[in-house]
């Protein structure tokens, strides 16, 4: 499996592609992003957008954003969830090679209370809503 970089430019054209996964998740979310959200960030280049591609076939992509030496995952959708643990070590690689410190993500889905800790997460965020 490889990660595929996602150019501004590009995003009209990989659009179809990642969109129902995109409707995926915004579905099991409660944060309040639409799919536009996320398009209009790749477009203005605010969000690295990553395919995650297993033997020339599209399998997920991933969202990223880096402040400092901390890769922020946005959002990240997998047809597998087999898949999952494998585009997470490509994208250790990648954060590695850029010199990025840490990588995180936030999620209010409680299956991710599991997952996390077996993909090596620990939680440092708490969040007070008003």
Known sequence: MILQ?????????????????VDKLVTKSI???IPEDLYCDVHEGRTQLYLLVNNKYYVGFVAV?????????????????????????????LAIQDNIQ???????????????????????TYLLSL
């Open 31 to 33: 944060t309040g992003w």
């Open 65 to 93: 954003q880096i402040f400092n030496q901390n890769m922020h995952i946005w959002t990240a959708y997998c047809e597998k969830p087999d898949q999952l643990e494998v585009g997470l070590n490509l994208l250790k690689d």
């Open 5 to 21: 970089l996602v150019r501004p430019e590009q995003i009209r054209s990989y659009w179809p592609t990642i969109k129902k996964g």
């Open 102 to 124: 840490t990588i995180t993500f936030s999620s209010d889905r409680k299956a991710w209370q599991k997952v996390a800790g077996k993909l090596g997460f620990r939680p440092n």
